[in-house]
Nanobody, 115 residues
């Protein structure tokens, strides 16, 4: 499985970005799709995930600001990020787990939020 992430960039605090991650096969083959992030000096953490049934989960500090969604026709999962803060600066990674329990990662996309 190949995952192509895009949408990162430089934005001022309070601004918005939308990340996209397109998979090389149907997203119906995945039990969960998620966005993870890793800030300098920190461990990678789950930002948001969406399960095959549509349920979502967010890092507490992102609730109300970030929204994960998917488009099965485009085999794509999105992360809409609003009201961005400098502490959201990180490399964001798309990750999926398929129905066989295999995990796949895309290359990260850098999000930089300036104060």
């Amino acid at each position: 499985v190949q995952l192509q992430a895009s949408g990162g960039g430089l934005v001022q605090a309070g601004g918005s970005l939308r990340l996209s991650c397109t998979a090389s096969r149907s997203i119906f083959s995945f039990n969960v799709m998620g966005w993870y992030r890793q800030a300098p000096g920190n461990e990678r953490e789950l930002a948001a995930e969406i399960k095959s049934g549509g349920s979502t989960k967010y890092l507490n500090s992102l609730k109300g600001r970030f929204t994960i969604s998917r488009d099965s026709a485009k085999n794509t999962v999105y992360l809409q990020m609003n009201t961005l803060k400098p502490e959201d600066t990180a490399v964001y990674y798309c990750g999926v787990a398929d129905t066989d329990g295999m995990h796949y990662w895309g290359k990260g996309t850098l999000v930089t939020v300036s104060s």
